[in-house]
């Protein structure tokens, strides 16, 4: 039985989605701001830091399972998830803050980066993992449970948007720009505090809901019993399923971000003022999202929203490209240029978010599914199962990126409006042969998920009149 039967109250959706800031100013501090961080502030080598960053994600990614079983075998008067939300969220916010303050301000040993972004890759994965595991507990409508998921995707995207736009305009505002070194100490302190108020107000604002004894005491924990309990789960047919169509679009996604910078620079030749309205408008199409997503779900259900805006957000986020080689777009660098893709990068970019929520929400589903097949709940152990699949093409959609920037021949000294437009005309063809192949590869997989909304409300209620039938039985 869920926490909350009918419609979710407003409070309770904005607690549960303002968890979502810290994973948000995670991931754009790593995503964006980390590499240039310790490569031209610090001085490391840029091969190195990036070798640190992508052992640390794939370290991550193998620890995740373990902590969603762990996540789902702790039995506490406060439930399952909330002791681990009260206490990794301070020592995660020490070792953000140490991540951008190293010691003595030099450059650490490889072994020393790797380490705390170790430590600051678990510690997330500690509030995240129970974070959304609490979401199916919550409840168990269809609908309902979409409507968590776009409060925590527009939080999620607010937390990274917020310092995304403190870093150009207070932390960093200088002529150095994002290469003064004492602006990354303000960033660090800054976001660690965000990051521990948002992990911290959620938990204390959902205790009173969430914070009960568990119905069932699970066996104790063993790597054994984790791992076979894992891979039981990780063979659900559904879950099979949704990796597969996850998988391209995560891998999309992580050479969609990555590669920004370049196409912002070097393709549509942004200067500072553009580049300081990104994230604005990125939070414009965020916004958007918000507001077209739940009426997709309900008229089309969430495998055919996420097969339709995956196709849409290509065909719509492409579209600049193809009118500018075939020169039909406005002068690049000029304020029309900007502000017309700019328009493209609104309605596309909120389709791209749609497709991450229909998939994140279907894992919901997923859990019931589990349930009905061996008896028992499993919602850390999906959850850790997507980051799994998130971390692992996240870093598989980076090295996509740096092989098109290879191919493209694009020097390492480029300047904006100097570079030769075969090479411009290079990272358009590969950009788009990568990005339409696997919006095509989600959409195919995704669109075949097998549990629409008619599946999981006749699973409950067999659910339902099953523990109704035990719950009768004498002793």
């Known amino acids: 039985m869920s926490f909350v039967q009918g419609k979710i109250p407003q409070k309770l959706k904005l607690i549960h989605g303002f968890g979502a800031v810290a994973f948000g100013v ?4 790593f995503s964006f701001f980390l590499l240039l961080f310790y490569n031209q502030v610090l001085g490391m080598d840029a091969g190195l830091v990036s070798l640190a960053l992508l052992i640390a994600l794939l370290v991550d990614a193998v620890v995740d399972p373990i902590l969603g079983n762990l996540s789902d075998r702790t039995y506490t008067r406060w439930g399952r998830r909330l002791p681990w939300l009260y206490a990794a969220p301070v020592p995660l916010a020490f070792a953000w803050v140490l991540m951008w303050t190293p010691p003595g301000g030099e450059a650490p040993t490889f072994l ?11 510690l997330l994965s500690a509030c995240e993992v129970p974070s959304v595991s609490l979401l199916p507990e919550i409840t168990s ?3 309902e449970r979409t409507t968590l998921f776009r409060y925590r995707y527009l939080f999620g995207w607010c937390g990274g948007i917020t310092m995304m736009l403190l870093a150009y305009t207070v932390f960093m505002p200088g002529p150095e720009g994002l290469l003064q070194r004492d602006g990354y100490v303000g960033f660090g302190i800054f976001g660690a505090i965000l ?11 959902q205790h009173k809901l969430v914070a009960h004894l568990p119905r069932q005491k699970p066996p104790p924990f063993s790597i054994k019993g984790a791992f076979s309990e894992i891979i039981e789960a990780f063979s659900e047919k559904a879950f099979l399923i949704f990796a597969a169509g996850g998988l391209a679009a995560y891998v999309a996604q992580g ?3 990555s590669i920004s910078n370049y196409v912002n620079v070097f393709v549509w030749q942004f200067d500072r003022g553009a580049l300081t309205a990104y994230p604005i408008v990125l939070f414009v199409s965020v916004i958007l999202m918000f507001f077209i997503v739940g009426p997709m779900h309900k008229k089309l259900g969430k495998p055919r929203s996420a097969q339709i805006a995956s196709i849409g957000s290509f065909a719509i986020l492409f579209t600049p490209y193809l009118l500018l080689l075939g020169g039909f777009w406005p002068q690049v660098g000029t304020l029309k240029s900007h502000a017309l893709f700019y328009a493209f990068l609104v309605f596309g970019n909120a389709l791209a978010v749609v497709v991450m929520i229909s998939a994140s929400s279907m894992i919901a589903e997923i859990v019931e599914a589990f349930q009905e097949r061996t008896g028992r709940r499993a919602e850390g152990s999906f959850y850790s199962g997507n980051w799994l699949v998130q971390k692992c093409a996240t870093g598989f959609g980076i090295f996509i990126t740096g092989q098109i920037i290879s ?4 020097s390492q000294d480029a300047e904006p409006g100097t570079v030769p437009q075969t090479v411009i005309t290079d990272i358009i063809i590969y950009f788009g042969i990568g990005s339409g192949f696997l919006a095509l590869v989600a959409a195919y997989w995704l669109g075949r998920f097998p549990i629409n909304r008619a599946d999981h409300e006749a699973r409950l209620a067999a659910l339902g ?11």
């Open 141 to 143: 409508d269809y609908d």
């Open 465 to 475: 009149a099953e523990a109704a039938a035990s719950a009768s039985k004498p002793g």
């Open 407 to 410: 191919l493209s021949q694009l």
């Open 112 to 122: 020393g980066l790797l380490g705390i972004a170790i430590v600051v890759r678990i």
């Open 195 to 205: 990051m521990a108020v948002s992990v911290l107000g959620s938990a204390l604002g």
């Open 255 to 257: 050479m969609s971000f």
């Open 26 to 29: 995670k991931d754009t501090g």
